[in-house]
């Protein structure tokens, strides 16, 4: 997890994401072969991925870590750049340039939030709007307070 994190923080959304997915136990089990082959639950990390014959490529230990969380906060935080601090929400997120954007819902309370992540024109400064009001845009980030109510954010890249 902590390659992931490292990855965003240096700004690396292509290292970062490719790690995720090697990560992300769906990855092993897409088809009804790859999921026998892998032996596990394609819903929690596994601590071993074994490397050598005849178990190569088979998970274990899925119930003996924490990693889920720890996976979910790397996407979270570091990717999507989420992160709440009391009544205040800050994202900066790292996309791969390859992606055009991203759509996310989050619900908050009394809060839904629709946030729209897009990539500008070339030369065009990052931008950001909240519920069609301009909002400051530094360093890639922007921060908002959580109200009840529905709210659309808006982050051009």
């Not at 989050?106 to 709007?129: D, V």
Request: hydrophobic share 45%; charged share 15%; net charge negative.
């Amino acid at each position: 997890m902590w390659t992931i994190v490292a990855a965003a923080q240096m700004g690396d959304g292509r290292v970062a994401v490719d790690l995720f997915g090697l990560l992300n136990p769906v990855n092993h089990a897409l088809t009804g072969a790859d999921a026998a082959h892998y032996r596990v639950e394609p819903y929690v990390v596994a601590a071993d991925v074994y490397s050598v014959a005849p178990n190569d490529g088979r998970g274990g230990w899925t119930w003996y870590t924490g990693a889920a969380g720890w996976m979910y906060r790397a996407g979270v935080e570091h990717i999507l750049g989420l992160r709440r601090a009391g009544d205040t929400m800050h994202m900066k997120p790292c996309l791969p340039a390859d992606w055009p954007g991203v759509t996310i819902h989050l619900n908050l309370g009394e809060a839904q939030h629709r946030i729209e992540i897009s990539r500008g024109q070339t030369g065009e400064l990052p931008h950001g709007t909240l519920d069609g009001e301009r909002i400051p845009v530094t360093g890639g980030a922007v921060s908002w307070t959580i109200a009840p109510g529905a709210h659309v954010i808006r982050l051009s890249l």
